[in-house]
């Protein structure tokens, strides 16, 4: 039986639509920038420590120019430029890790960006305008172990995958000086994509449809990287047969 939280998708005609903000509507944002600090037990560099963008800063295709990533080998570069984390997601993360629950305010898992916006309002691939710069969503995050760490709190990581609470990133488009403040506006959408959390359901589901697979890895502006992982599960599922 097809699960019913990929079923639409399955059927490219079925134009289901993210909730409406309007292609004019703003969201009102926080932004986060950081510099490399150590983790708490094991010392190891991390740039998860994000304080509020106070002054106006030059958003490019690596990113903010004042916002360092210390491993650059799955953090940061054109794909994993601008992150950014729901910011209704920290009250369900207080209440399932309630001694962290004082820490975790917008900023604290290491987001460049913090909106009342969710994986269920967005689509993969669509691009957003951030003051004069443009951004396309082009694959969720995959939180590490140092998320645990930051917060004291073991399972942290692994119940954000579960819960399917990533937030995503954004590449960017179109660079340009960002001001505090600066709202989020939705500018362009394919209303055959996916939403974010669909997507995900997807590629969290053992044994998925290979034939929904290979749609979600030929959407328009997916990351490369995960298009290529979504490839490689495609052919593990069909030797499997």
Not at 46 to 61: C, E, S, W
Not at 178 to 202: F, I, K, S, W
């Amino acid at each position: 039986m097809t699960p019913k939280y990929y079923s639409q998708f399955m059927d490219t005609n079925s134009g289901a639509a993210a909730p409406d903000l309007g292609l004019d509507g703003a969201v009102a944002t926080a932004l986060f920038v950081g510099d490399i600090r150590p983790l708490p037990e094991s010392g190891r560099p991390t740039g998860m420590y994000k304080t509020a963008l106070g002054a106006p800063a030059r958003l490019g295709v690596d990113g903010f120019d004042v916002d360092r990533q210390a491993d650059r080998r799955v953090h940061g570069g054109p794909e994993k430029a601008v992150h950014l984390y729901p910011s209704m997601h920290l009250a369900r993360l207080a209440a399932r890790f309630p001694r962290a629950a004082a820490q975790l305010v917008p900023g604290a898992i290491g987001e460049n960006l913090s909106a009342a916006l969710d994986e269920s309002a967005v689509r993969v691939g669509e691009v957003w305008s951030l003051g004069d710069a443009l951004l396309q969503i082009c694959q969720p995050r995959n939180p590490c172990w140092k998320i645990d760490e930051r917060f004291g709190c073991p399972g942290m990581a692994a119940y954000i995958v579960e819960a399917r609470i990533t937030g995503w990133y954004w590449r960017v488009l179109r660079g340009s000086v960002v001001q505090p403040g600066d709202a989020l506006r939705r500018q362009h959408t394919d209303a055959a994509a996916p939403t974010l959390r669909d997507a995900l359901e997807l590629w969290h589901t053992p044994r998925a449809d290979t034939a929904a697979l290979a749609r979600l890895a030929q959407v328009d502006g997916i990351a490369a990287h995960w298009r290529h992982k979504i490839e490689q599960r495609i052919d593990w599922l069909a030797r499997q047969r």
